[in-house]
């Protein structure tokens, strides 16, 4: 039977008997194969069993069995479907490898979704992930019960129905998550970015605009303000602002949230950075890591992304090295009663514990490092881990201009820097040039699996880079390096 055309049968055995010993009491058994029972007592956590019954405990005569069956068991006409679980190869995050053939997928050998965990992660198959279409590997799940003795009663048959169908409507599916690193326009760019999709297309070229919106949520950096008043900043060099409407064109282009937490937030100063508040808000289109006080500009950004029963909670923070003229974080930071961006990594800290200990899957967008080092500093590790260890599912960083590696850090995964995505109107060295957008595969709140897509980043506008084979290596030891050095503790 080939696995790529089976279904995945969940099935789901309850029993229900009045125990001899227990003097009455209506018992159901958890059947079946043992790598079912999680999911079976899920189901049974969400859909609780008909009044009067309950699970059979050591003891206990049960009138009933339920149980989970997989398609190709032997049993695939029984019960009521209840929803699909995805099979996956594994690869370590060094490997080279980003996508295989439906044979080199199954001689790595196949394993549920949602057990394979950082720092292992899954390829796409054929250039498709889990949930997508065309993916060749799953089963589909059915949801069944049998008498133990008697007849299966009415109630039992009914709540198998009900809950089957329920399970498979409230199924989180696999989500694709885009994240891209630094944008940044220079003034004639700009003003081709808001004039609508055209225009973008000149700055977002190769069929970049497609693939932007092609992700079920996508995230980036915006490194500049979006203002046409102000004042240039005296104590910086590099200056950046983006034209009126420039949030709704990124919208429009696939954006879903942005951070604003960085060492351009206050380029032209505090009339500017309202302004950009302003041209975010007027376009529907969330930002984290900035604000008009402290507790804005640390802020959490709750939102629910369809297809996933979770809440995703977004956070940004800022930090960056003392500028070589003198422009540093604590300049930058929010305070009080003052605008700026969310510098306090005590209290980012605390918002993601409890974000995470509301169930969110908590993503944190991060500005720091080095600029033009292909690895983050210790300082920057050590952060970015206490994040992690505070309950982020996924730390995207950035500010570096250059493409950085990914680590696991227990069941997370941290991105040290994506790079540059669009950088127009300043030449940038040729490491600055090579940038990445990266697509990661979210499934029950965790980051899966990670794809490459590499980028040219000309002084003109950005396009996909024709050297993936060679950017994908290069990503790989760049990962295999961060594994090698353990780095500091948090």
């Not at 629910?304 to 003392?322: H, L, M, N, Q, T």
């Not at 009080?336 to 514990?353: F, L, M």
């Amino acid at each position: 039977m080939r696995l790529g055309l089976t279904s995945i049968v969940v099935a789901a055995f309850g029993a229900a008997l009045l125990s001899s010993c227990a003097g009455g009491g209506k018992k159901v058994d958890l059947a079946g194969d043992p790598s079912e029972l999680a999911r079976l007592e899920a189901i049974l956590a969400g859909y609780p069993l008909p009044s009067g019954w309950s699970v059979a405990r050591p003891g206990d005569a049960p009138r009933v069995a339920v149980e989970l069956v997989a398609s190709g068991s032997g049993r695939d006409g029984a019960g009521a479907p209840a929803g699909r679980r995805w099979l996956v190869p594994a690869l370590p995050l060094a490997d080279p490898r980003f996508s295989l053939s439906e044979a080199e997928a199954r001689s790595l050998g196949l394993r549920p979704l949602e057990d394979l965990l950082p720092p292992l992660r899954a390829p796409a198959v054929g250039g498709v992930w889990p949930g997508q279409e065309g993916y060749p590997f799953f089963e589909d799940l059915r949801l069944s019960a049998r008498a133990v003795r008697g007849k299966l009663p009415r109630e039992i048959s009914a709540w198998i129905l009900d809950a089957a169908r329920r399970s498979a409507a409230g199924e989180d599916r696999p989500l694709v998550l885009g994240a891209v690193g630094d944008i940044q326009v220079g003034p004639r760019e700009g003003a081709l970015l808001v004039s609508g999709e055209e225009g973008r297309g000149e700055v977002l070229r190769g069929g970049l605009l497609p693939l932007l919106a092609s992700f079920d949520f996508l995230v980036g950096n915006l490194e500049g303000q979006i203002s046409a008043r102000g004042e240039p900043n005296p104590r910086k060099r590099y200056l950046f602002r983006f034209p009126p409407g420039t949030a709704a064109a990124l919208k429009s282009a696939g954006f879903g949230l942005l951070l604003f937490g960085n060492n351009h937030a206050l380029d032209y100063g505090y009339d500017a950075f309202r302004d950009t508040l302003s041209d975010f808000e007027g376009a529907g289109l969330p930002y984290v890591g900035a604000g008009l006080d402290a507790a804005g500009a640390r802020a959490v950004r709750r939102i629910g992304i369809p297809g996933s029963e979770r809440r995703f909670s977004f956070v940004g923070f800022a930090s960056f090295p003392k500028e070589n003229m003198g422009f540093s974080t604590e300049e930058a930071a929010a305070g009080p009663d003052r605008p700026g961006v969310n510098a306090d990594e005590e209290e980012t800290v605390a918002a993601i514990k409890a974000a995470a200990a509301e169930g969110d899957a908590v993503i944190v967008l991060s500005h720091g490092g080095r600029e033009y080092v292909d690895a983050p500093p210790d300082e920057v590790r050590q952060r970015y881990r206490r994040f992690a260890d505070a309950g982020a599912v996924l730390v995207i960083g950035s500010h570096p201009h250059v493409l950085q590696g990914f680590e696991a850090r227990g069941s997370s995964l941290i991105a040290y820097s994506l790079g540059n995505f669009l950088f127009t109107g300043e030449a940038e060295p040729p490491a600055g040039q090579r940038g990445a957008l990266v697509s990661i595969l979210m499934y029950r709140g965790l980051a899966r699996g990670i794809r490459l897509h590499p980028l040219r980043v000309a002084y003109d506008g950005s396009s996909p880079s024709d050297d993936r084979a060679a950017a994908e290596s290069r990503f790989a030891a760049l990962c295999a390096e961060l594994a090698r050095r353990p780095g500091p503790s948090p």
